[in-house]
């Protein structure tokens, strides 16, 4: 990370590591669809410790299950120190993308097959996410209705 990416202790901004967030995700959709994204929700992003200037952050994306016309896809974000190489959990958050044709309108999105454990645990979990989200509307929203 950068200079103008902090503040003037030296802490990366958050909305930094967000947009980074939303990027790598964004890749990731984009690749699953072979379409264009757009993002439709980001759940709860935490901050679990702080990244600063000079550290390297690395972003681990991964679509977790599809629906009809969205996807979505959680990333996790590490940081490294790399004069010590110590490394460290940034943050993680859930993104819900949509898949869009070439007019802009919400398109079919290719199913997800989860063939390891590790994939169908996390298929398992992004559905109960899914179902949350369209029980509850987003604290108190109208239901999500892009899945």
């Known amino acids: 990370m950068l200079p103008p990416d902090a503040n003037p202790w030296g802490n ?13 995700a964004g890749v990731v959709a984009t690749r699953h ?14 901050f679990l410790e702080p990244v600063f200037i000079g550290n390297v952050v690395t972003l681990k994306a991964s679509v ?7 996807l979505e896809v959680g990333v996790r974000a590490e940081a490294e120190d790399l004069l010590s190489g110590r490394t460290w959990h940034v ?18 999105v290719p199913p997800l ?13 992004a559905r109960e996410r899914r179902a949350r989200r369209n029980r509850n509307g987003g604290r108190g929203g109208p239901p999500f209705r892009g899945e």
């Open 12 to 24: 990366v901004h958050g909305g930094t590591i967000m947009k980074l967030v939303d990027s790598a």
């Open 33 to 46: 669809c072979r379409s264009r994204v757009v993002t439709a929700r980001i759940d709860e992003m935490s």
């Open 64 to 70: 977790n299950d599809t629906g009809r016309t969205s």
């Open 91 to 108: 943050g993680s958050a859930y993104l819900v993308f949509v898949s869009l044709d070439d007019e802009g309108h919400p398109e079919a």
């Open 113 to 125: 097959v989860a063939e390891t454990p590790e994939e169908q645990r996390r298929q398992r979990e």
